[in-house]
């Protein structure tokens, strides 16, 4: 299981740090994906990062403004977000690729988590 924590309610230009932890399972050996979802929108990719070499992946309107990481010991990924925009609001999912590769497609991710809420105000 995938439980993301950290998201809430911040004004624009602020920074929140999202953390997905997994349990009963490790992250090892898989590439780690960060997605969103706002209301009435498909879920859209905002980062990922392989499992080997940490090389990261990040979409266009993240890139600069969010950093993804992973701590294996504590089987955790995070995602750093700053400048925060209104645009930025969305329910943020964490997901485990289905294998040691970064992907911008949600197809390649095999589990996800339950989200948490990002809300950004103007």
């Known amino acids: 299981q995938l439980a993301e924590s950290g998201g809430g309610l911040v004004q624009a230009g602020g920074s929140l740090r999202l953390s997905c932890a997994a349990s009963g399972r490790t992250f090892g050996g898989y590439g780690m994906g960060w997605f969103r979802q706002a209301p009435g929108r498909e879920r859209e990719f905002v980062a990922a990062?392989?499992?080997?070499?940490?090389?990261?992946d990040y979409a266009d309107s993240v890139k600069g403004r969010c950093t993804v990481s992973r701590d294996n010991a504590k089987n955790t990924v995070y995602l750093q977000m700053n400048s925060l925009k209104p645009e930025d609001t969305a329910v943020y999912y964490c997901?485990?690729?289905?294998?040691?590769?970064?992907?911008?497609?949600?197809?390649?991710?095999?589990?996800w988590g339950q989200g948490t809420q990002v809300t950004v105000s103007s």
């Open positions: 997901a485990v690729a289905k294998g040691a590769f970064s992907s911008r497609r949600a197809t390649d991710f095999a589990s």
């Open positions: 990062m392989r499992w080997s070499g940490g090389a990261t």
